[in-house]
């Protein structure tokens, strides 16, 4: 799959004379193209720090631009503005403006690690991906993602009890997403599985929503992971600036 | 890696084998049993972290993974056996993070210490995955060997998915001569599965992803994907789609339908988890190998090709 660069050129930045004549040599039309220079002035010399101190950023200085990671890349075989490579470009360069265009789709990530693998540097872009996700939410660029829902809603039940119960977390994910449980196909997908269970097995899926599984003896793991998830979140908050933010809000009234 | 016939493994379940893929745990349970393998769950096991956690966190994870090694380790296991990818995979980096990355060893001895139980060292326990143990403990000839009706004249597409293979960095026993399974292109389903005597087809997107992390959230994505591998096994002329991995099989089945009702694609390949396929293999009836509890009815092409 050769790449599909996206173009850094503007098209109102492309000039072009449909009738010039240089010294009696007629270069009219696409002869005359000529791409009028830009300068960028307003970097944000803070981003790369900030991405890389989210989890999975990392080590997105080390990237030298092979190309490796959008070339192997599953959700760029399928939209080729979801491009790896560029992002950690922009993101190195503090060029803020340009990596805000593509704000909404670099959620969208599947994490099948095929970048990670390909990667002769080991930035490991999969991590970056979601560094960057995590920094564009949290600097308010963009609204909370589907995917980001489903991790912390997931997130939650396992430091609560140890484990997941899959009805729980789907109908969970469904309300908070703002969906509905009444869609057809997923209607037609319980339905096939109902009609061929036999009632004492279809009893017990019931009950599971009811006795949900846990892990016996968990309420110190909780405790310890809840501690820590509260200890990141500050950090986080101030490598970003946000409490900053915050207080000037409250100062402002 | 060798395992004996004769070694019991820990056997580390998961949330997923709990849940939507009851018909894993006991298609693997069943096989485990007919072949004469032994194994025993993990005590009081939780959540390996799946492919949630570490979007809040890596070394969340880390610390999730590595509770369930310590306990394998203090119940006296060398090695633990853990059929979905996902848990695998997660099993497998903790080894590798606890092994090379200080501030996971930090954190881990942390929360340990906290929660009140050993804090698990690299190079403890092993951990296989499902086909590992069978390939490694009884083989193509174990299986030959078991094999009542087999599996003539069913084709199929053996799917690994991502996590199986990916980061290459995680699996040091792979890719390392003969006998070793493949990073790139993968085949210890598809020689169990010949050797029960079915006919593996040449199958390029066996390791490409459905895209089970956004499975539902952001489905129309996963569709399309799931969609392409479903139409690849048919083009390849596969009857059915072999599984090894819960995300990957609950994501094929469940797309499957929603492509017929959302995009007017409809696709007849079915879809199976290999250890369903080898239970039926060696004459163990639908039913115990969970073959109803799939979303999909698998059932009608089994009776078709005359292998129940």
């Known amino acids: 799959m050769p790449i599909h660069e996206v173009s850094l050129i503007k098209p109102e930045n492309i000039i072009e004379h449909e009738e010039l004549i240089i010294d009696g040599v007629d270069v009219s039309g696409h002869w005359s193209t000529f791409i009028e220079p830009r300068a960028v002035t307003d970097y944000n010399e803070e981003m790369e720090k900030e991405i890389s101190g989210l989890a999975g950023g990392e080590f997105i200085h080390r990237c030298w631009q092979c190309g490796s990671c959008t070339n192997a890349c599953t959700i760029n075989a399928m939209n080729s503005d979801f491009n790896p490579r560029y992002w950690i470009y922009l993101i190195r360069m503090g060029m803020e403006d340009e990596l805000l265009i593509d704000k909404d789709i670099i959620w969208q990530c599947v994490s099948c690690n095929k970048c990670t693998s390909a990667c002769p540097r080991d930035v490991n872009p999969e991590g970056v991906m979601k560094a960057t996700a995590h920094w564009l939410e949290l600097k308010g660029h963009t609204p909370k993602p589907n995917s980001m829902i489903f991790d912390e809603g997931f997130s939650e039940q396992v430091f609560k009890t140890g484990k997941i119960e899959d009805g729980l977390v789907l109908r969970d994910f469904l309300s908070k997403s703002g969906q509905s449980l009444n869609q057809p196909w997923l209607i037609s997908m319980v339905f096939g599985l109902v009609k061929k269970l036999p009632l004492t097995m279809l009893t017990r899926l019931g009950l599971a929503t009811f006795f949900r599984p846990k892990t016996r003896d968990w309420g110190n793991a909780r405790a310890a992971i809840e501690e820590y998830v509260a200890e990141k979140e500050v950090e986080k908050h101030q490598l970003l600036g946000l409490d900053g933010h915050q207080q000037k809000d409250m100062e402002n009234g | ?308």
Request: hydrophobic share 35%; net charge neutral; proline share 4%.
């Open chain 2, 1 to 308: 890696m060798s395992s004996s016939k004769d070694e019991t493994v820990a056997y580390y379940p998961g949330c997923a084998l709990e849940g939507t893929a009851q018909s894993y745990d006991r298609s693997t349970k069943a096989i485990g049993k007919a072949l004469g393998l032994k194994m025993k769950e993990i005590d009081n096991w939780n959540c390996c972290g799946a492919m949630e956690v570490k979007n809040i966190d890596p070394k969340l994870q880390t610390y999730l993974s590595a509770r369930n090694l310590s306990i394998a380790e203090d119940m006296g296991f060398k090695k633990v056996m853990a059929p979905c990818n996902g848990c695998y995979h997660n099993l497998k980096k903790a080894e590798f993070d606890l092994a090379n990355d200080p501030k996971s060893v930090e954190v881990n001895a942390r929360l340990s210490k906290k929660a009140g139980h050993k804090t698990y060292e690299p190079g403890k326990v092993e951990t296989i995955h499902a086909l590992d143990w069978i390939k490694d403990s009884v083989g193509e000839q174990g299986i030959k060997d078991k094999v009542k009706g087999g599996l003539k004249g069913l084709k199929i597409a053996n799917y690994y998915g991502c996590m199986y293979t990916r980061p290459r960095h995680i699996f040091p026993e792979k890719d390392q001569g003969e006998n070793s399974e493949s990073i790139d292109k993968p085949h210890y389903m598809d020689d169990l599965l010949d050797a029960a005597g079915a006919e593996s087809v040449e199958y390029p997107l066996k390791t490409s992803c459905c895209g089970g992390a956004h499975t539902l959230s952001d489905s129309d994505t996963s569709t399309k994907l799931v969609l392409n591998l479903l139409q690849a096994a048919e083009a390849c002329g596969a009857d059915v789609i072999a599984t090894e991995c819960p995300t990957c099989h609950t994501g094929l089945e469940m797309h499957q339908i929603r492509a017929e009702k959302v995009f007017g694609k409809k696709t007849n390949v079915k879809i199976l988890y290999f250890t369903q396929l080898l239970g039926i293999a060696m004459g163990l009836s639908p039913r115990k190998v969970g073959v109803h509890e799939n979303f999909g009815d698998a059932l009608p092409l089994l009776k078709d090709k005359g292998l129940v």
